[in-house]
């Protein structure tokens, strides 16, 4: 576990990490948009500009419960719980549009946008935990 910093700290270390990623994961995709071009471009660069792409946002997600680990075990708690709900929903979605797929239901489906959802997702249950849960 991550050494305990006070939540100031930890916040500051946390958006210290997290803006320079953002523009990291900006920059790749718009110099991916002019450089790649899906008709032309060999397999490889077209590759190496999507594990490219990812990279920033695995970082971010591991950033975020780097943060939980940083602050102090209520807020720890509250994070933790909004991560774990935001993951059951996130996979159910997964498994019954995978279903839909299996039975010819639906078409298939950008898998990337799986990734938004659940940030959306965690983002509204830790807004609904701040609104309408239990305060100490």
Same mark, same amino acid.
């Given at each position: 576990m *991550?050494?305990? %910093?006070?939540? +100031?700290a930890a916040k500051k270390r946390y958006q210290r990490l997290y803006w320079p990623a953002v523009a990291a994961y900006v920059a790749i995709c718009l110099g991916g948009a002019v450089i790649v071009n899906k008709d032309t471009s060999p397999v490889w %660069?077209? *590759?190496t500009f999507s594990v %490219?792409? *990812?990279a920033p946002l695995v970082f971010m997600m591991w950033l975020m419960l780097r943060h939980s680990e940083e602050t102090d075990e209520y807020t720890r708690?509250?994070? %933790?719980k909004a991560f774990a709900r935001s993951a059951c929903i996130t996979l159910s979605a997964i498994w019954v549009?995978?279903?839909f797929?299996?039975?010819d239901v639906v078409p298939g489906v950008n898998v990337f946008w799986f990734g938004p959802f659940f940030l959306l997702v965690y983002g509204l249950n830790y807004c609904?935990? +701040?609104l309408f849960g239990k305060t100490v």
């Open positions: *991550a050494h305990q %910093l006070g939540f +100031n %660069l077209t *590759a %490219l792409t *990812a708690l509250r994070q %933790l549009v995978g279903s797929q299996l039975w609904a935990d +701040n």
